[in-house]
């Protein structure tokens, strides 16, 4: 069993990133990018304006009770809001829950940068530094490589515990997803400092 612990609302920082709590500002461009058939080619569906809000209403809310969750992430540069990440916890009937699962999803024009993995890092560090997660899972759709990519480039090993995703039909495209986990004790050994 997973000991969920309430934490004031904090605010994360990497190399080029704000991870932090949302802002109504971000509504608009989360919204564009959840209706971009592009960036959610590995979910079922794009997401109205509607669905969006809701989606930011429910991580703010989540922030605010337990102090983590998904995040915003906001360029430094720019001030820009480009995707969230985070943490989240996860008891859907799948392999190995409950769990703390980690997440991404970035607008398309920021790909390719290297700020999946650098924000997720920073959300792997709060899960082990702040949260003493004993491991930290994510999964997705088996098609998703350049998720993948990002598990492994974060430590990640692939469980070999394939599922089936409980909230779509079995004969779907997307319902085979693959599980990643990386333990504290890994993390720790990858990120001596």
Same mark, same amino acid.
């Given at each position: 069993?997973?000991?969920?612990?309430?934490?004031?609302?904090?605010?994360?920082?990497? *190399?080029?990133?704000?991870?932090?709590? /949302?802002? *109504?500002?971000?509504?608009? @461009?989360?919204?564009?990018?959840?209706?971009? #058939?592009?960036? !959610?080619?590995?979910?079922?569906?794009?997401?109205?304006?509607?669905?969006?809000?809701?989606?930011?209403?429910?991580?703010?809310?989540?922030?605010?009770?337990?102090?983590?969750?998904?995040?915003?992430?906001?360029?430094?540069?720019?001030?820009?809001?480009?995707?969230?990440?985070?943490?989240?916890?996860?008891?859907?009937?799948? @392999?190995?829950?409950?769990?703390? *699962?980690?997440? /991404? =999803?970035?607008?398309?024009?920021? /790909?390719?940068?290297?700020?999946?993995?650098?924000?997720?890092?920073?959300?792997?560090?709060?899960?082990?530094?702040?949260?003493?997660?004993?491991?930290?899972?994510?999964?997705?759709?088996?098609?998703?490589? @350049?998720?993948? =990519?990002?598990?492994?480039?974060?430590? !990640?090993?692939?469980?070999?515990?394939?599922?089936?995703? #409980?909230?779509?039909?079995?004969?779907?495209?997307?319902?085979?997803?693959?599980?990643?986990?990386?333990?504290?004790?890994? /993390?720790?050994?990858?990120?001596?400092?």
């Amino acid at each position: 069993m997973i000991e969920i612990l309430k934490r004031d609302v904090c605010q994360l920082q990497t *190399e080029r990133l704000i991870i932090r709590q /949302w802002q *109504e500002e971000d509504h608009a @461009p989360f919204a564009a990018m959840c209706a971009d #058939p592009h960036v !959610m080619r590995y979910f079922p569906a794009t997401l109205s304006e509607d669905e969006s809000v809701q989606l930011a209403h429910k991580a703010t809310s989540l922030i605010k009770d337990n102090g983590w969750g998904f995040w915003a992430v906001e360029r430094k540069d720019t001030g820009q809001f480009i995707g969230l990440t985070g943490l989240h916890y996860q008891d859907l009937d799948i @392999p190995n829950t409950p769990f703390i *699962e980690i997440g /991404w =999803r970035l607008a398309a024009d920021h /790909w390719g940068k290297g700020f999946a993995p650098e924000a997720a890092q920073g959300a792997l560090r709060y899960a082990f530094d702040e949260l003493q997660a004993p491991a930290v899972y994510a999964f997705t759709t088996l098609a998703n490589q @350049p998720s993948r =990519r990002v598990m492994q480039k974060l430590g !990640m090993s692939d469980c070999q515990q394939n599922f089936m995703h #409980p909230k779509l039909p079995r004969d779907h495209s997307l319902a085979e997803h693959c599980l990643y986990r990386i333990t504290r004790q890994e /993390w720790l050994l990858l990120n001596k400092e």
